[in-house]
């Protein structure tokens, strides 16, 4: 309470006074430590919404739950920026071993996997241990045969298995198919041992027809395994996803206004939708609520920054990045000094890493200094990703911060229908709030440029 | 190997030598823990059978694997007593939220559920936060509701709670139904926060209709919880499964036969039959392996007991105890001297407490003291149940042991999908089966009788 009148005072002087900005960011952080509501914004949208599958009425839904949750904050200039987008949807998908071990297995669909026929398809099991198994083996050879690809992700704390082994996933079954495979199952792209398969978008190359494509979970990757150690494995596979044409999607922005409308906006959110098993939680209930919290917070006790503080809550991001694309589309880089996006969970900020001109360092190793008390180590990687929604705009040379998340449980709940929010821990999202706070202050109030030159051949 | 040299002398030495039954015991108790053989079994059985729902061509596939089993380890008299019983299958089962927050809920049947109508039923939920607030309930309040039965089972060691608040489960639906109830919810009876709703057994009153009724997993229960605070909550339910008729379930037996075919045999086993969602590998594919194992290796390493040791697998016990029933009517109390089921899970063996007569409580004392070094503490509780399957015999007088094991976490798992191998330790399985050896093979050669005085009036 005494802190609260204290701060009062402090906003209350205005710019007259002009507050040291590292000792607003030092309030703003531990005014979130204290409480920063994020955890009641992330219940409230997993609970009133739930499932939002990117261009289905609920991801509309969630859209108008966003617009009516910044207003009611106070966010200026909310808006919904729609665009268009391919709308896939799950159908019935279930997959069973026949003869002697007969036995179901749990598959879930990958996002745009074909469709078997409806009554489903059988056909024999072909392993291939790793993707570079798969890649080797000869045009034609898997004709007619479920190829398994069954490459294992291990845990790590920075999620950077998810990057290196998820070829296995997005590219797997396009090759597969190119070599004739009547469908594809894989490993799930997870860590847990819950018996979730885990669903996540696979990409086809240009000309290939899309084949049923479905993960496995690990259980049954493990089961199957042992199946295939006793002898051949046939299994029967039922998947009817479909394409459901095209959809209105879109971001949701909301605005805490600068004083300088050219100095360019400080973008910070997350992805406002979700796969459809769980309620989306961890991916991205979190990302939003953190960031929303964050600019929240900034909004109530600090002075007007410089820079306008602009949460963008990306449509579309698990189908393949349709917001971000929409947003860089519409946005010119220099209306942008910097962007971050939370997409990793709700765990603690390990470290924070920047993709930003040399320039910038300096106010880089300010936001550090801040963020120490919090525990989080500096870094000096300046080739942070800031989040895969801002990727569009790191690739015109918008500069970007990473907020390295502690996800060292985040891919045991990924894309499952067990991502809820009983998984979420409203003290770790504080301290995702008063990092955010913290960056987002600074930049906003600092006077560097962020930009790197364009990076047209870098994306 | 030195320890098996003395060993195999010993045994060799046969009868003449006369080896103390508690050298023996230890001998015994020490070759378990070194690889008791256990882990490949339960292994074998939940990739070759998987789920085994009891009545099924999947559970008589889980006899042709256990008869094969015995045969092959060398046990004698393998059989299978059959008898007959109910089948109930499961159908179609979805639940959803309508209005402003439709969403899925995560729901399964409970076993001997009936059915909505094919197309599903819609109604507003009522919730009973205890099965006390259900029993208090007016006749005819619940009429065309959906009643949820949200009582909370907390987690602990020995499981006791899974009695203790099994009444929302067990007589909960008829409870409901009685009441008017359209059908019924209730908070899965478990302890997992994996998004799986638990199935298992319901039972109705006899007159009662039977009801749509199932279980929400935790995580769906407290998301309902959510929503109820915000308003009222329609849902919409299918429920499709049916009774499927009379079939052939089966009590595999097997044994080690004994020196004096008058003394009773010494019964110890597992229950074959799984329910239909997971691989059956914690309930109770671990008691069918822990059992045998512990068999096969007094068939091995122990010069012939007095008493027979048989191994019972006993079949449909999760629809009602089927098998057991069988089994006792079948078996007069006096052929079988003392009996044990192994149906907690693959956690260790933390106590070993009896429910026999007075004077075979120094017997008791002396498996105590030679389970000590496994770290079993002594019990003086001579109330012990012995098992679900064992319950029968027990009501006629059998004298039964209850290794009561740590199940501290056997409710995340159980009557799930995610009751696989994977949750299988294989020390901790070697532990079990050592003490299994040791309580069984001290049974078995001692004069000792267990038998109370018959239990009439104390099933
Ligand atoms: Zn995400
Ligand atoms: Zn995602
Ligand atoms: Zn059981
Ligand atoms: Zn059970």
Same mark, same amino acid.
């Given at each position: 309470?005494?802190?609260?009148?204290?701060?009062?005072a402090?906003?209350l002087?205005?710019p007259?006074v002009?507050?040291?900005?590292?000792t607003?960011?030092? /309030?703003?952080?531990?005014?979130a430590?204290?409480?920063?509501g $994020?955890y009641? @914004?992330?219940? *409230? =949208?997993? +609970?009133?919404?739930?499932p939002?599958?990117?261009?289905?009425p609920?991801e509309?839904r969630?859209?108008?739950?966003a617009?009516?949750?910044?207003?009611?904050?106070g966010?200026?200039?909310?808006?919904?920026?729609?665009?268009?987008?391919?709308?896939?949807?799950r159908?019935i998908?279930?997959?069973?071993?026949?003869g002697?071990?007969?036995?179901?297995?749990?598959?879930?669909?990958?996002?745009?996997s074909?469709a078997?026929?409806a009554?489903g398809?059988?056909a024999?099991v072909?392993?291939?241990?790793?993707?570079a198994?798969l890649e080797a083996a000869p045009?034609?050879?898997?004709?007619?045969?479920?190829?398994?690809?069954d490459h294992k992700?291990?845990?790590?704390?920075?999620?950077s298995?998810?990057?290196?082994?998820?070829?296995?996933?997005? /590219?797997?079954?396009?090759?597969?198919?190119?070599?004739?495979? $009547?469908?594809? @199952?894989i490993? *799930? =792209?997870g +860590?847990?041992?819950?018996?979730?398969?885990?669903?996540?978008?696979?990409?086809?190359?240009?000309?290939?027809?899309?084949?049923a494509a479905a993960a496995?979970s690990?259980?049954?990757?493990?089961?199957l395994?042992?199946?295939l150690a006793?002898?051949p494995v046939?299994?029967?596979?039922?998947?009817t996803?479909?394409?459901?044409?095209?959809?209105?999607s879109?971001n949701?922005?909301g605005?805490?206004?600068?004083?300088?409308?050219?100095a360019?906006?400080?973008?910070i959110?997350?992805?406002l939708?979700?796969?459809?098993?769980g309620?989306?939680?961890v991916?991205?209930?979190a990302?939003?609520?953190?960031t929303?919290?964050?600019?929240k917070?900034?909004?109530d006790?600090a002075?007007?920054?410089?820079?306008?503080?602009?949460?963008?809550l990306w449509g579309?991001?698990?189908?393949?990045?349709?917001?971000?694309a $929409?947003?860089a589309?519409?946005n010119?880089p220099?209306?942008i000094?910097l962007?971050a996006e939370?997409d990793?969970?709700?765990g603690?900020?390990?470290t924070?890493?920047s993709?930003v001109?040399p320039?910038a360092?300096?106010?880089v190793k300010?936001?550090q200094a801040?963020?120490?008390?919090?525990g989080?180590t500096?870094s000096s990687?300046?080739s942070?990703?800031?989040g895969p929604d801002?990727?569009?705009?790191?690739?015109k040379?918008v500069?970007?911060?990473?907020?390295?998340?502690d996800?060292?449980?985040?891919?045991?709940?990924?894309?499952?229908?067990?991502d809820?929010l009983?998984k979420?821990?409203?003290?770790?999202?504080?301290?995702?709030?008063?990092?955010?706070?913290?960056t987002?202050?600074?930049?906003?109030?600092?006077n560097?440029s962020?930009?790197?030159?364009?990076?047209?051949?870098?994306?």
């Amino acid at each position: 309470m005494i802190r609260h009148t204290c701060l009062l005072a402090l906003v209350l002087a205005g710019p007259a006074v002009a507050a040291d900005p590292d000792t607003v960011a030092a /309030s703003l952080r531990d005014r979130a430590m204290a409480g920063s509501g $994020a955890y009641a @914004l992330v219940e *409230s =949208l997993t +609970t009133e919404i739930g499932p939002r599958l990117a261009g289905t009425p609920d991801e509309a839904r969630a859209r108008i739950w966003a617009v009516a949750k910044l207003k009611a904050l106070g966010f200026k200039n909310v808006r919904v920026e729609p665009f268009d987008m391919p709308v896939w949807v799950r159908g019935i998908e279930t997959a069973a071993v026949l003869g002697a071990n007969a036995q179901p297995l749990a598959v879930t669909a990958l996002g745009r996997s074909g469709a078997t026929p409806a009554n489903g398809l059988e056909a024999d099991v072909v392993r291939f241990a790793t993707y570079a198994d798969l890649e080797a083996a000869p045009a034609g050879s898997l004709a007619g045969k479920i190829a398994f690809i069954d490459h294992k992700m291990l845990r790590t704390m920075d999620g950077s298995s998810y990057g290196a082994f998820g070829a296995a996933r997005r /590219s797997g079954p396009s090759l597969a198919a190119s070599k004739g495979a $009547a469908a594809v @199952l894989i490993r *799930s =792209l997870g +860590t847990g041992y819950h018996r979730h398969p885990h669903t996540g978008g696979t990409n086809w190359a240009a000309g290939q027809t899309p084949i049923a494509a479905a993960a496995l979970s690990l259980n049954d990757s493990d089961q199957l395994n042992r199946l295939l150690a006793k002898g051949p494995v046939r299994l029967r596979l039922v998947l009817t996803p479909r394409l459901a044409g095209t959809a209105q999607s879109g971001n949701v922005v909301g605005e805490v206004v600068g004083t300088d409308p050219g100095a360019g906006a400080v973008v910070i959110g997350g992805h406002l939708d979700s796969w459809d098993h769980g309620t989306g939680a961890v991916d991205d209930g979190a990302g939003v609520a953190i960031t929303v919290a964050a600019a929240k917070l900034i909004m109530d006790h600090a002075p007007k920054p410089r820079r306008t503080v602009r949460v963008v809550l990306w449509g579309a991001e698990e189908p393949g990045l349709y917001g971000a694309a $929409a947003y860089a589309a519409a946005n010119p880089p220099g209306s942008i000094a910097l962007a971050a996006e939370s997409d990793f969970g709700g765990g603690r900020v390990t470290t924070l890493k920047s993709r930003v001109a040399p320039e910038a360092l300096p106010l880089v190793k300010r936001m550090q200094a801040l963020l120490a008390p919090l525990g989080i180590t500096p870094s000096s990687d300046n080739s942070a990703s800031g989040g895969p929604d801002v990727g569009p705009l790191a690739a015109k040379g918008v500069g970007t911060l990473t907020l390295q998340q502690d996800g060292t449980d985040y891919f045991d709940l990924h894309h499952t229908p067990d991502d809820t929010l009983d998984k979420i821990d409203a003290k770790l999202l504080d301290q995702n709030v008063a990092a955010y706070a913290v960056t987002t202050w600074i930049a906003a109030t600092s006077n560097v440029s962020f930009a790197r030159a364009a990076a047209a051949t870098q994306p």
